[in-house]
């Protein structure tokens, strides 16, 4: 009823102009839906451009003008809604306009734990990422969050569909886990679906976020302090981060298709001796080339370039097929999404085979019932683990370091398995292996089959009294598979291995809640949320392991094949969590907000009389815009002040660490230490594992938060600010114990670390005109992480924990230069590795004695010299289009983290079998003395050193996408649409690390790729 007085009021108004159109020639009939929801707009305004005919839509949004001849722009506008401009070609077909709403930022309506919100009545701090980024073309929807929002940190690998890790607002735990709850379609995912089934020599693990095509979702919320956090508990202390997919809408269906086709190419390469430079610098130390004269080596050219070999520009291809719709009753979306992505490393790859169902329908006026279902099916092929004789981390070092004087292929075009400078255990004879040959032949594969759904029926008992009950669950079937042939690295000296591994996940989750709201007259509003929801995991697994083949044909497919079987294993875990939930909003005329959550969470990762955790937590904010001093204020559109604090808890140790636990010993192991013998044979037997604890119990995170909101010059500036303060107490470590338990560790609760910052995140409107629009998004944030209190007065854990100093830190030795002279080398103190001579020489490394002793060694001349983690992370993105042209570009950034570069250091040392940097060409030498690469000396010592401590800043292009909007309309179907894009990821990348890749770490690693890739969009 109140829609259609609107509708007559507005009629009213527009009467004369309607009246004056009824005299033109052509008539233009047309329809206006919310771009969202796909509800008639009632009552908008629809009038002709430089002229004073108009009328509005009716109460289905239909509207008809006429003018005097075509072509010709008419403009649409209503109160909440982006004004519009449209141009008409032709009067035959009815044209659709679809509104969106305006950028009124505080009357956002976003997802929160168990409900949504507006965000003018957010509490908590909660970041909202941007329809612009979730749009960009890539294969795994953590591509799009680093850089997207303030105090997010995202870290990824260079493998395809492997795990990724993120950080929100810091590390808050040593041993519980640091990675966020992951929310998708209201199914909690934090610790779940692992598909690490046992299989030590596969390397990369599938990421089950994975399973979810990045074009089926609609949102991604970021929730980062406690208000927002606390109604999940135990599990909200690294924050929340809620995905919601794409669901039907009512009206008219619709049909979008994408595909694209790419291809990729490793980020960077290194820049390694030539075989020349090579052969120098090995006859300089005495290796194999000593005997070469400078012709012999000047012919050597640049040799053979084994990284050049190993590395390809990879294929990429994405095909993402959806179907949407609804009427008053039923809405649905199915989507179907196939990709194939080629590694830059051959024998490298990962395919995705997804589908995914969105259901709701309204059974009977006050009963919905809802289905959302994801299945999917992931292969990945990825880098496999040398074993620990090889001498090598994977078969990527082993090609890295492989001299250039050996050539990659055999007289026949086959491998060449004759390096006559390879050493150890890969040499049998006259034969060795070929790291090639070992990454194309040795499979290394995971497989995982993902189903993830949510069942709900909401039933409203009386108006604004709703009850639900869902039932979610998340089950991963996982396989690893692995083979080395007997020419290959893994497979060499036990002729041949194969490995295969299997685990199965089952997580069912239930929820009861009841949620109820009401507006007490025009002043006060009220929202009470209670429940009660249960979550069970359960995980088995088994692997088998198989040696010394007949042949190399079999595979992983018949492990009896082999004449060696050693000790296969099983096992298993169970986790149970029950939890009482609620939550109060109240607002008080429009002004202020109050979020009360209070969460219960009874845990079976700990004893009985430690079993249950309560995690409370208050928020407050005042929309200060709505008050007499600002209300109208033409630049100040909105402003909100938001406060929080509260606990959130951690649980995420691993099943049954309360108990004690017992383990079988292994006969063939080698541990003479842990074997049981009766008479003459071994027997396997059972030794304790786990010491028990019943005091463990849950770390808990104290917090608070406060912030600000302001909209800005009629909505085209939106400014969030925080500041946040974080202490975790009771941090659940492993500590010393009495050696007579046999063993050496116990965990118990004891340590606390902080963790506080500030965040800004801005984005605007620079420009808005009907032709031309320029959007910007940029945040920056900054974290301070202490650890405050480790065990029993313990200064440290390990190197890289220590009290006082952030997560993550570097302990050292202080790189001092070069040795210059006799004098200076007579007074440097002399390293403890170097054990053939009793002092320093011209062209030695030196460094700094800390305690004065005359003797370099890392028990006395360690000092900490900064942290792996940065404390400064940042985004910036930005949207250009014109007319049907649009460019979206996005940057990541960090700063203030230090890098340990061990491929640098394993590389600039000198090897008279394998390969190094480049750098290694500027060593001292007595001519070349300005230098900072020391004198070619082999040394097997390994040593940590600021040497190779690098800078780890950088700013990425992470993603920028041209699209064009096709100016192509069929008669059949006036409402198709037609777009291409060309897009590209880690393009460039501003550093002054000197390692792969500065987000993938110092080491041998898989390296990053860019991307470039072209597609069409197909909608309907």
Known sequence: MTKVVHFLLLAVIFFPFSAYAQGGDVKINGRVLDEKTQEPVIGAGVSLVGAKEGTVSDVKGNFSLSVRSLPATISIDYLGYRKQEVDIYESAE??????????????????????????????????????????????????????????????QGGQLGSTFSARIRGGNSINAGNEPLYVVDGVILYGSGSTNAGVSRVSANLNPLAAISPNDIESIQILKDVSATAIYGSRGSNGVIIISTKGGRKGKDRIEYQYSIGWQQAAKTLDLL???????????????????????????????????????????????????????????????????????????NFKRYSGRLNLERDVLKNLKLSLNLNASKLNQNGLNAYPTYAGYGSSFEAVIRTSPLNPVYDANGGYNYHNRYEKGDLVKGDVTTNAISDLANTTAQNLSDVLLGNFAALYTIIPGLELKIAAGTNITNATQNYFAPSYTAGGFTPNGYASVGHRRTDIWQYEY????????????????????????????????TATNFANDQVLWYSLQSGNTREASSSGGSEAILNSLISRINYTLKDRYNLTATFRADGSSRFAANNKWGYFPSLGASWNINEESFLKGNRNINQLKLRASFGTVGNQEIGDYKYEALYGTTNPNDGNINQVYSFGEQLAVGYIRTNLENPDLKWEQTAACNVGIDASLFNYRLNITADAYYKKTTDLLLNTPTLSSTGLSTVLRNIGNISNKGVELEANGTIIDRRNLKWNISANIAKNINRVLELAGGQKNIGNSIWVGQPLNAHYLIVYDGI??????????????????????????????????????????????????????????????????????????????????????????QPNSSNNGLATLTDRWTPANRSTTIPKAVITSATYTTSRYLEDGAFLRLKNITLSYLLPVKIATAPSAKFSVFLSGQNLLTFTKFTGFDPETGGGFGYPIAKTISLGVNLSY
């Open 94 to 155: 009815p044209v659709i306009i679809q509104l969106v709403e305006s950028a009124n930022f505080l009357n956002e309506v976003v997802v929160v734990g168990y409900g949504t919100q507006k965000r003018k009545e957010l509490t908590g701090a909660v970041t909202s990422i941007s329809k612009e980024t979730l749009s960009q073309p890539v294969v795994s929807f953590d591509n799009l969050l680093g850089g997207a929002a303030a105090g997010l940190n995202i870290t």
């Open 274 to 348: 030539n075989a020349q430079e090579w052969a120098s610098l090995n006859r300089e130390i005495g290796g194999p080339a000593s005997a070469l004269t400078d012709v012999e080596i000047a012919a050597f050219g640049n040799g053979y370039d084994w990284q050049n070999e190993v590395l390809r520009t990879a294929a990429t291809q994405s095909h993402q097929a959806s179907f949407s719709g609804g009427d008053d009753k039923t809405r649905y979306s199915l989507s179907g999404n196939f990709t194939d992505q080629d590694g830059i490393l051959i024998n490298t």
């Open 513 to 544: 809640t009841l949620n109820y709201t009401k507006q007490l007259n025009k002043d006060h509003y009220l929202n009470i949320l209670g429940g009660y929801t249960a979550q069970s995991a359960k995980s088995q697994y088994a692997t088998a």
């Open 819 to 908: 040795i210059q002279t006799e004098e200076e080398a007579k007074n440097a103190a002399l390293p403890s590795w170097i054990k053939n001579k009793t002092s320093l020489e011209p062209g030695d490394e030196k460094f700094v004695d800390q305690n004065d002793d005359k003797v370099i060694d890392e028990a006395g001349d360690r000092v900490i010299l900064g942290t792996a983690t940065p404390d400064i992370t940042c985004g910036f993105s930005t949207t250009v289009s014109y007319k049907n042209l649009s460019l979206f570009a996005a940057f990541q950034g960090v700063s203030g983290n230090k890098i340990y570069n061990s491929l640098r250091q394993t590389l600039e």
